[in-house]
């Protein structure tokens, strides 16, 4: 009997482990091709100008002469040290952006899961509508906007539009609808709890892993954001990076007899992702504690 039932249980490993194989090898295909990229990044980031184009190591190996630092160094001197200002505008609009979009995105879907008034479903429609329109779409409404009020080429231009988010107060929404028992809400107010001290200390603890998302979400696109600030800004001081570095490598591009600055544009490029590895490595653990959160019981 324990025979039978130990090549029964071996079988079902074999079958189990049958059906992961395939999966596995997936993974592994899909890592290799995001991690290609990055790979080709780094590699490109420790090269100079002669060994883009001519070096012995390839396009995806390193060269015999190690440059990083001397891209690096080149970096804080080219242009006055431009490159600096530039990722410390984008660190500016990213966190300012991305913290004013997470505070609305909260606030709205709030309101829409947990309180009834009237246009409630018409205005969230709206939302909803507005995810099917492209960001690009809106650059130019938005720019004759901003110069109506005379905020073109100003930080505001960028930072104002940066702090809608329909998808993250759509996401909101549906976290609260779905993560936030009514019951306990009226269980609160019962107790004597006001409107505001119900949000602050109720909901939003167990909002935080909806709100590490949005919040990631949003200093990602404040960010990458390159077609808004390339229309409404002119003055190179007030560019991000994204912005900053396509100046580079357009200049680049202008032929033979132009500066070449490959070199700074992909160590420029290498720098500037890391301060999104450095956010996602911060708020992995809320994700992580927000997805264990249920499976223990009190």
Known sequence: MSENVAKTTNSGK????????PAIIL???????????IWWLIVASTKSNAG???????????????????????????????????????FLYAVVGGLGATIVSV????GFAKFRFVG????????????????????????????????????????????????????????????LPDEMLEAARVDGAGELRTFFQVSLPIMTPAIATVFMLSVVGCWN????PSVV??????????VGLTQWQVKSNMGSGAEQVWNLVTSGSLISVIPLVIVFLLLQRYWVGGITAGSVKG
């Open 120 to 179: 409630r479903k018409m205005y969230f429609n709206i939302v909803l509508g507005s995810l099917m329109i492209p960001n690009t779409a809106l650059v130019i409404p938005t720019f004759i906007l901003m110069s109506q009020f005379g905020m073109t080429d100003t930080i505001w231009a960028v930072l104002l539009p940066s702090l809608l988010s329909p998808f993250g107060t759509y996401l909101m929404r549906v976290y609260c609808a779905g993560s």
């Open 27 to 37: 993974l592994l295909v899909c890592m290799v091709y995001f991690l290609f990229p």
């Open 52 to 90: 883009l184009f001519s070096g012995s190591g390839g396009s995806m190996w390193f060269d015999k002469h190690f440059a990083l630092w001397d891209n690096i160094r080149q970096l804080s001197t080219y242009e006055g040290g431009i490159y600096w200002q530039w990722l410390g505008n984008s």
């Open 107 to 110: 606030m709205a879907g709030y």
């Open 233 to 242: 800004l002119s003055n190179t001081k007030l560019f991000p990076i994204t």
């Open 225 to 228: 954001n390159f077609f808004l």
């Open 14 to 21: 074999r079958i189990h482990n049958g059906h992961r194989a």
